[in-house]
């Protein structure tokens, strides 16, 4: 199997600022009043994990109602920002320049862009015009490590292509006040907005060596209604089924396992998971899932409690976050998200990293 490197990532988040109690109470005076069930579902501000979060739009945007054309409008321009933190950051990180570039893979799910988003950015990113374009759409909370899987399996295909990952999300842009459902309540309560970029080849890297392995997915029978979107004049509407933790705590393992055997790995080769910190409810379930001490996902508690849950990226920030770290050894990024699909790459991090991360 063709070697493939890690050779740049960055993270990125957008400008406004929005502080978990000051949503809290927002979310009172505009949700209060039009959902009976508000009262009952108030705490769940405070057991959530999420103590702030960022935003492509200002608080004040949340106060008014607004239709598809709206908040596509917001995610073209927001979007296309942070791609150019993103992609930028991760370039500076990997000593690229734009035009190195052979291939851009862009990953998101939380608006439309055609053309999308790397074409927007092309421009101001200094992309050469025979750049291949890679949009990926749907993956939601998955995409983060499915797309560095699509990434990875590029690079692999075509030895010494240089392949740029980025992940982009906007969710707060989903936030409703006309369905009034209980996942519409839970996304208010943890959804942010980021995104992540990623420099990936097969030549050979300095300083850190984070090796990819090849990407395994694992999707269950049966299991659309689980996460995702539903879409309607007024924008997406989110998702969210209240049995996402059972199911996690009933299943996780077993794919887990199959996902191992496939990467030709036991449970006791792993050093770390890194693992797509999708609520606090979810992380523990994950914890219990795969027989970890509880609390050993320390960085991905942190990275919700800082940014929230930002879909797609938010694994990349928590890989970031264990790399800076200086952990070595065999990992294993994982994530959840609609299909329901579980998505896994395995990777291995040099002794390398623990001098570059000190830097």
Known sequence: MTDVFLHGLATALPPHE???????????????????QFDRLFKTFTTSGVETRRSVVPLEWFSDDHAWADRNARYMDGGV???????????????????DVDCIVTVSSTGIATPTLEAQASKRMGFREDVMRVPVFGLGCAGGVSGLSVARTFAASQPGTRVLLVVVETCTLSFRTDRLQKA???ATVLFGDGAAGACLSTEASSGRVVTLGRGIQKTWPDTLAIMGWDVDDTGLGVIFDRSIPEFVTENFAAATAEALTAAGLRAEDVDRFVCHPGGAKVVDAIEGALHLEQGSLQAEREVLRQAGNMSAPTVLFVLKAVLEEGRTGQMVACALGPGFTA??????????AVAMAAE
Not at 19 to 36: M, N
Not at 81 to 99: H, N, Q, V, Y
Not at 343 to 352: I, K, N, R
């Open 18 to 36: 929005l502080p978990q109690t000051i949503v809290q109470e927002r979310a009172r005076e505009i949700l209060g009043p039009r959902y009976p």
């Open 81 to 99: 920002e942070l791609f150019i933190d993103a992609a930028e950051g991760a370039l500076k990180d990997a000593g690229w320049r734009a035009s």
């Open 184 to 186: 519409d309540i839970i």
């Open 343 to 352: 998505a896994y790459l395995p990777f291995t991090v040099e002794p390398e």
